[in-house]
């Protein structure tokens, strides 16, 4: 197949050949044309004039296919011989979510996916393609059973390039959960088979907080166990993970033991349940309550969203060896408990 640019070069020699013909032709007397020109000079100066006017002419056709220059070709391609590639980032729960059923009937009504996919041709004599990005419109056309509108890149790329085209293209989707983004940076990460050094590398090439990568690696990176007891992956949120990994921190094995029963109910809680069970908590936060004295309210207690009892004393109301008799009853409720 010729590459675009020689299809490009082809037809603007063709529109040359045919305007030197054109310019060549003597020019009919009586069709509304002024008369020819009788002398030699006349000729040529009229000859000029016409040859100026069709490379004007040129020039603006030539002007409009520079734009097209470097274009990739679109052609539509069986959805089944188009490969997910290694640094796919799509979890398939994703294609369960009501985003994806509005997309999918979307391209259902169009007939096909008008924003065009993008495909790499397998490397040597394998037929079929890659892809470079687009995981959902092509699911969604495979349910479908429609072809699917294709770009193909048919230059060299290397997995880094592959890896950033499909980051760019997904870079302002909402619909992409801090897993998918976790997975997809891990990847690129990792030491056997990624493209970046560290995390600040990745910050830099692709351009965003090394902050916002740390957050989404910590949620692809908790355990197994811990990511099953969601009902999908696709839930867990970076906030999650932080309390999550702190208390693995602490007593990983209770938190897994913990886990361990939550994957086993047969009704799926929702998130912030999931992270509740995982923690301990058994109870929600409470709002505050006064504690009252003979002398009237002296403080407030309050259990916050992790269990825990926080107590208030107003200002003023203990020195230092009160606050320490205050310490040692608590630590005799809790030595009787």
């Known amino acids: ?22 310019a060549a032709q003597p020019v009919a007397p009586g069709e509304g044309t002024p008369a020819p020109v009788r ?25 409009r296919m520079e734009q097209w220059d470097n274009s ?8 089944a011989k188009v490969e997910r590639s290694k640094v796919a980032k799509r979890h398939m729960k994703s294609f369960l979510t009501p985003e994806f059923a509005r997309l999918k009937e979307s391209i259902k009504a169009a007939g096909g996916n008008v924003q065009p996919i993008l ?35 048919d230059k060299p790329l290397t997995h880094e390039a592959h890896f950033l085209a499909m980051e760019r293209e997904n870079r302002e989707k909402s619909d992409l959960s801090a897993y998918e983004t976790g997975v997809m940076y891990l990847n690129a990460l990792d030491e056997k088979e990624g493209f970046f050094r560290s995390e600040r590398h990745l910050a830099e090439v692709i351009g965003v907080s090394r902050r ?16 099953e007891s969601f009902e999908s992956p696709l839930d867990i949120k970076p906030a999650h993970a ?13 938190v897994l033991k913990r886990a361990e029963a939550v994957r086993q109910r047969e009704n799926k809680l929702d998130a912030s349940k999931v992270v509740a ?18 002398g009237g309210v002296f403080g407030t207690w309050k259990r916050d969203t992790q269990g825990r009892a926080i107590f208030t004393v107003n200002s003023g109301l203990l020195d230092d060896a009160q606050t320490a008799a205050v310490v040692e009853a608590i630590a005799r409720v809790l030595a009787d408990k």
């Open 242 to 254: 932080e309390v999550l990994q702190a208390a693995l921190d602490e007593n990983a094995k209770a």
């Open 119 to 153: 495909v790499v041709p397998k490397a040597g004599e394998e037929q079929g393609y890659v892809l470079v990005y687009g995981h959902r419109r092509l699911e969604a056309c495979l349910q479908l059973g429609l072809p699917v509108l294709a770009l193909i890149w």
């Open 72 to 79: 990739m070709p679109a052609t539509y391609l069986d959805p």
């Open 277 to 294: 069970a995982l923690l301990g908590i058994k109870k929600g936060a409470t709002p505050a309550k006064n504690m009252s004295a003979v």
């Open 212 to 227: 916002w990568i740390q957050k989404v690696l910590l949620v692809a990176r908790l355990p197994p166990a811990i990511v």
């Open 39 to 63: 002398t030699a000079p006349g000729r040529l100066m009229q000859t000029n004039s016409q040859i100026v006017e069709l490379q004007a002419e040129l020039a603006q056709m030539r002007q």
């Open 1 to 22: 197949m010729a590459t675009f640019g020689k299809r490009i070069f082809d037809t603007t020699t063709l529109v040359e050949q045919r305007m030197s013909e054109k």
